[in-house]
C-alpha cells in the first residue's frame, strides 16, 4: 500500500522540543492544514464545518529510522522504564504514523492555496505530512469511562510560569497565551530535572529561554530567531 500526502500543517511550533505531547493539551495554539494542490478541491470538504472535531493521520517527519524495537522509553516514564511499543504513543514505531485529534475552528479559503482548515489543540511540528483527515463523532470516538493503563497513575505535570512584562511584550500579542499554554505543559523531557539548567525552545519566530524550580518555570529571554 502506498499512501500519498494531502497536506502539510503549518503553525508555530518548528522543532519537536516543546511540541505537545499529546493533541488537546494546548488549545491556545492555532494551526493550519494547508493541502497539496491535487487535492484542493472545496466539494472534498463538503459538510466539514458541521464537525466540531477532526481526527489527523499524519507522519512523524522528524522521528529517525532505524531497526524495530518491540519496547519504547515513554517520556511519562522519566525516560527510563521500558513499554511495548504498541502501548505507547511513541513515534518511534514500525510506521511512522501519527493520531491526533484537533479542534476545527473554521475554513478559510485563499486565492493561493485554496481552501485552509483552522485547527486548534495539534501536536504537530509544523511541517509535518498530513495523510487523512476524519471527522470525530462523539457517540463512535468518546469513551470516557476507558482506562488509561501506565498512565492512570501518573498526574499531569503543569508548571507555574512567570514571564517578566518586559519580556512577554516582545512577542505578537496572539502568541502570548500560546506560549504560556506550552510552557505550562512542561516542555522538558521527564528526566530532566536541573533547576541549574538554562534551556532554549523555539516558538513561532522565537528563541524562549528557561529554567525550572520547584515547579516554577521562569523565562530569563525571548529573543528574536534570525
Not at 495554539?29 to 459538510?47: H, K, N, T
Not at 515513554?74 to 504498541?86: H, I, Y
Request: neutral net charge; charged residues 25%; glycine residues 10%.
Amino acid at each position: 500500500m502506498e499512501i500519498s500526502k494531502i497536506a502539510i500543517i503549518e503553525n508555530d511550533y518548528k522543532e519537536k522540543f516543546g511540541t505537545p505531547r499529546q493533541s488537546g493539551l494546548v488549545p491556545e495554539v492555532r494551526s493550519s492544514i494547508i493541502f497539496e494542490p491535487s487535492y484542493r478541491d472545496s466539494r472534498a470538504l463538503l459538510g466539514i464545518e458541521g464537525f466540531s472535531r477532526l481526527w489527523l493521520i499524519w507522519g512523524f517527519s522528524k522521528s529517525s529510522g532505524g531497526e524495530f524495537s518491540p519496547t519504547v522509553r515513554p517520556p511519562r516514564l522519566g525516560g527510563n522504564a521500558r513499554r511495548g511499543v504498541f502501548a505507547t504513543r511513541s513515534p518511534f514505531r514500525p510506521n511512522a504514523l501519527g493520531l491526533s485529534c484537533v479542534e476545527l475552528l473554521g475554513v478559510e479559503t485563499s486565492s493561493q492555496l485554496g481552501d485552509v482548515l483552522i485547527v486548534s489543540g495539534a501536536d504537530l511540528i509544523s511541517g509535518s505530512p498530513i495523510y487523512d483527515i476524519k471527522p470525530y463523532i462523539p457517540y463512535a470516538d468518546a469513551f470516557p469511562d476507558s482506562r488509561c493503563g501506565f498512565l492512570e497513575a501518573l498526574p499531569e505535570r503543569l508548571l507555574e510560569v512567570f514571564v517578566p512584562p518586559e519580556l512577554l511584550q516582545r512577542l505578537p500579542q496572539e502568541k502570548r497565551t500560546a506560549l504560556l499554554g506550552v510552557l505550562r505543559h512542561d516542555p522538558r523531557p521527564a528526566y530532566q530535572d536541573d533547576p541549574e539548567r538554562i534551556y532554549g525552545m523555539a516558538f513561532g519566530g522565537f528563541d524562549v529561554k528557561f529554567s525550572v524550580d520547584c515547579g516554577v518555570l521562569r523565562v530569563l529571554d525571548i529573543l528574536t530567531l534570525p
